[in-house]
């Protein structure tokens, strides 16, 4: 099982920023994929960002041109650079990893992840 380790969250005004970030105990260089998710009260999770071992990108609609994922291979370590928070932006945020599996893919569904981090709370004030 991969631990996953969250850091970086807070809380911010309209407008701000933020730059959460996620240690893993495994080398990402083996994971087939990397990415963040995000689940509101009352909500289900859904997916935000994420990369594929190949390095390609996938951005959810209300995160693409605000929100940049990127990883640290030395360090094995994921991030994410979020810019103008909105008010709807608040939620627990959570790093993800598929250790392992057979095909492509680029963590934009729960169901393809197989290890999670505890989580970190975004809040975004008006």
């Known amino acids: 099982q991969v631990q996953l380790v969250e850091s970086g969250g807070g809380s911010v005004q309209t407008g701000g920023s933020l730059r959460l970030s996620c240690a893993a105990s495994?080398?990402?260089?083996?994971?087939?994929?990397v990415g963040w998710f995000r689940q509101s009260p009352g909500k289900e999770r859904e997916g935000v960002a994420g990369?594929?071992?190949?390095?390609?990108?996938f951005y959810s609609n209300f995160a693409r041109g605000r929100f940049t994922i990127s990883r640290d291979n030395e360090k094995n370590t994921i991030y994410i650079d979020m810019s103008d928070l909105k008010p709807e932006d608040t939620a627990q945020y959570y790093c993800a990893v598929r250790a392992s599996g057979e095909g492509w893919n680029v963590c934009s569904r729960s169901i393809d992840i197989t290890d999670w981090g505890q989580g970190t709370q975004v809040t975004v004030s008006s």
């Open positions: 990369v594929s071992g190949g390095g390609s990108t």
């Open positions: 495994m080398d990402l260089r083996a994971a087939k994929c």
